[in-house]
């Protein structure tokens, strides 16, 4: 009878190459917010996966960029410190050829790659996004992610297509030791629910507002009122039960992005609301009533002390 397997999986890689999407597709949940801006991830995000012989934590990091301080410093700190505290890596990269048919690791790449080499923990590749090139120029990619990592097992996978998912799956099981679940067979993430709802609120911001705007927002969610909320099971299946009502600040840092997150009329704020709102019954399972109010905090990404109040720091 084979062995028990469990441990923890950081998910690293440079912004944009599809790590939320694949957390989502391996939790067979979403657990993480997506959006095709780059550094939509801020903080690590834990999904788990469950079979009767293994369970995978997987960590989702912020994407590793050129930071220079604030909160680009603590998401990068964040992405290459998980390096060393779990039991494996997940090094995603972006399935990409020159025109030529010649493959550009790129100087963010080769900075990961250094420091994996380092890495005391085994290390998987993963080439995202296999669906938008053509399987030919797979092997070049393949080829040389193989010599700069050449103890590294590749896979080549479309997280959003789910193609060579299952495969993956198996590869990073097999880096894991042997041992027992560390967490619960229904739990899928570790995330509290006031959390997962302030980042489905920004996902919404993401997806609306343009330029510097939403890297310049933060959400707190200030009251979470579940006393009229229903035990799901009482609900008939695919129904809402009871009521959960939420209240939720918006931060910006000037006054300029205040009028665009709130739009002529309130129009924007009421189309972040709705949206969000849709995705956060989802969620919960209940109908949802949500307030958001939109503050100026001054330069807050660059102030330690409002990045600790937000969320955006390291634990212990």
């Not at 410093?73 to 025109?99: H, K, N, P, Q, W």
């Not at 290390?123 to 399987?135: Q, R, S, W």
């Not at 002529?264 to 949500?290: D, F, N, P, S, W």
Request: proline share 5%.
């Amino acid at each position: 009878m084979a062995e028990h397997r469990s441990g923890v999986v950081a998910i690293i890689g440079r912004p944009n190459v599809g790590k939320s999407t694949l957390l989502n597709r391996l939790a067979g949940e979403k657990v993480a917010i997506v959006s095709p801006k780059p550094q939509t991830t801020r903080n690590r995000i834990l999904g788990i996966v469950t079979r009767p012989d293994y369970q995978i934590a997987v960590l989702d990091t912020p994407g590793v960029h050129r930071a220079k301080g604030g909160l680009n410093r603590y998401m990068v700190e964040t992405a290459l410190s998980a390096i060393d505290e779990v039991d494996a890596v997940l090094f995603v990269v972006e399935a990409s050829v020159r025109g030529d048919g010649s493959v550009e690791v790129g100087e963010g790449n080769q900075l990961i790659i250094e420091r994996l080499k380092r890495a005391s923990v085994p290390v998987v590749v993963a080439i995202n996004k296999i669906d938008t090139i053509a399987k030919p120029l797979l092997l070049p990619m393949m080829e040389a992610y193989g010599k700069l990592l050449p103890a590294a097992e590749i896979f080549p996978i479309s997280a959003t297509e789910g193609e060579g998912i299952a495969q993956l799956e198996k590869g990073l099981v097999a880096q894991l030791p042997e041992g027992p679940q560390l967490f619960p067979a229904d739990m899928i993430t570790d995330q509290v629910e006031r959390a997962i709802v302030a980042e489905l609120v920004r996902e919404q911001i993401l997806r609306f507002c343009r330029e510097e705007v939403p890297y310049s927002t933060a959400v707190l969610v200030d009251h979470f009122d579940e006393s009229e909320r229903e035990p799901a099971k009482l609900a008939p299946a695919g129904k809402l039960a009871g009521l959960v009502r939420i209240d939720a600040t918006i931060f910006v840092e000037r006054e300029s992005q205040k009028a665009i997150v709130i739009g002529k009329g309130g129009q924007m704020l009421k189309m972040i609301g709705a949206t969000a709102r849709q995705e956060i019954e989802r969620l919960l399972g209940a109908h949802v009533y949500l307030s958001l109010l939109v503050k100026v905090e001054r330069r807050w990404s660059e102030r330690p002390d409002v990045l600790r109040r937000f969320g955006y720091h390291r634990q212990g």
